[in-house]
């Protein structure tokens, strides 16, 4: 069992930065792909961005490619996502998840292939 938890989420000008972090606890979590996704309301949940569970490979959705940046310290248990140049259309309800691939180094794009994922956090950017 993997728990997931988000923080840094909240609210901010159109233009700002946010650094969202997941720490996670329970197995291995360098076994785990890490995930980030976003749902707003109305919609639904979409991918972010991903990071592979050992050798830092990284995929981004085409909106956010240049201003979010996904990273992992395995050693602190912990994803980043750092947000730059955040826009109104950002706002959502952030989730981070993990998937298990102790023999892969392909982050997924789907929920469907995550086993594990947080409570979610609050971004809103304002016009």
């Known amino acids: 069992q993997v728990q997931l938890v988000e923080s840094g989420g909240g609210l901010v000008q159109a233009g700002g930065s946010l650094r969202l972090s997941c720490a996670a606890s329970g197995r291995t979590f360098s076994s785990y792909a890490m995930g980030w996704f976003r749902q707003a309301p109305g919609r639904e949940r979409e991918f972010v961005a991903a990071?592979?569970?050992?050798?830092?490979?990284?995929v981004y959705t085409e909106s956010v490619k240049g201003r979010f940046t996904i990273s992992r310290d395995n050693a602190k248990k912990t994803v980043y996502l750092q947000m730059n140049s955040l826009k109104p259309e950002d706002t959502a309800v952030y989730y981070c998840?993990?998937?298990?691939?102790?023999?892969?180094?392909?982050?997924?794009?789907?929920?469907?292939?995550?086993?594990?994922w947080g409570q979610g956090t609050q971004v809103t950017v304002s016009s």
């Open positions: 990071i592979s569970r050992s050798d830092g490979s990284t």
């Open positions: 998840a993990a998937e298990f691939t102790p023999f892969s180094n392909r982050p997924a794009m789907k929920p469907s292939s995550y086993d594990y």
